[in-house]
């Protein structure tokens, strides 16, 4: 599965981007899409994450009620809306693919086994 990030920019404090993710490949092995983000100097952290079917959405609590993720099927496209964005929301957006695994705990990067090459979002204040 080959993934391809994109959306992000400059924008202003309080305001919206969307992200999209393009899937190609074996898409069919896809159980979850999550996004990850990266600030200098941090480890890379969970933002959010969907099942690809359409199930169940989690959130860091850093940015609920401000993102949401969703996907196109039929287009093989993960997006992340972000509304409200901070200064701290600045860092390096990565999506990311996960294969279905027992127990598997899908808030953490190890549990991804495909990655984009990430998309820069810088939040000035």
């Known amino acids: 599965v080959q993934l391809q990030a994109s959306g992000g920019g400059l924008v202003q404090a309080g305001g919206s981007l969307r992200l999209s993710c393009a899937a190609s490949?074996?898409?069919?092995?896809?159980?979850?899409m999550g996004w990850f983000r990266q600030a200098p100097g941090k480890e890379r952290g969970f933002v959010a994450t969907s099942e690809w079917s359409g199930g169940s959405t989690y959130y860091a609590d850093s940015v609920k009620g401000r993102f949401t993720i969703s996907r196109d099927n039929a287009k093989n496209t993960a997006y992340l809306q972000m509304n409200s964005l901070k200064p701290e929301d600045t860092a390096v957006y990565y999506c990311?693919?996960?294969?279905w695994g027992w127990g598997v705990d899908y808030n953490g990067p190890n549990s991804y086994d495909f990655w984009g090459q990430g998309t820069h979002v810088t939040v000035s204040s």
């Open positions: 990311a693919a996960a294969r």
């Open positions: 490949g074996r898409t069919s092995s896809v159980y979850v």
